[in-house]
């Protein structure tokens, strides 16, 4: 089983910056890819960002040039950088594993708002 700890949600204003982190712990594969995925209120889940174990990103094109994503491969973390928020931004932020199976984190609230 793979467990994700997810952390860095919270209120933010327009315009500002928020990271996310994530951290996967038990049995993790080594070659694996790791994201983040976020749900609005009446929305489906969508992609977000990913990175491959490699360091191969893949971004929506809605958060492309304002969101980054990185990994730290020896503590099994992944963050998302986010800047320049905005309020269609607000959702619920997901982590998720895949490796020889798929785990997701339990969520973290990212609002935006003045």
């Known amino acids: 089983q793979v467990q994700l700890v997810e952390s860095g949600g919270g209120l933010v204003q327009p315009g500002g910056s928020l990271r996310l982190s994530c951290a996967a712990s038990?049995?993790?594969?080594?070659?694996?890819?790791m994201g983040w995925y976020r749900q609005a209120p009446g929305k489906e889940r969508e992609m977000v960002a990913t990175i491959t174990s490699g360091g191969s990103t893949n971004y929506a094109d809605s958060v492309k040039g304002r969101f980054s994503i990185s990994r730290d491969n020896a503590k099994n973390t992944v963050y998302l950088q986010m800047n320049s928020l905005d309020p269609e931004d607000t959702a619920v932020y997901y982590c998720r594993y895949v490796g020889p199976r798929t785990f997701w984190g339990q969520g973290t609230q990212v609002t935006v708002s003045s």
């Open positions: 038990g049995s993790i594969f080594s070659v694996n890819v």
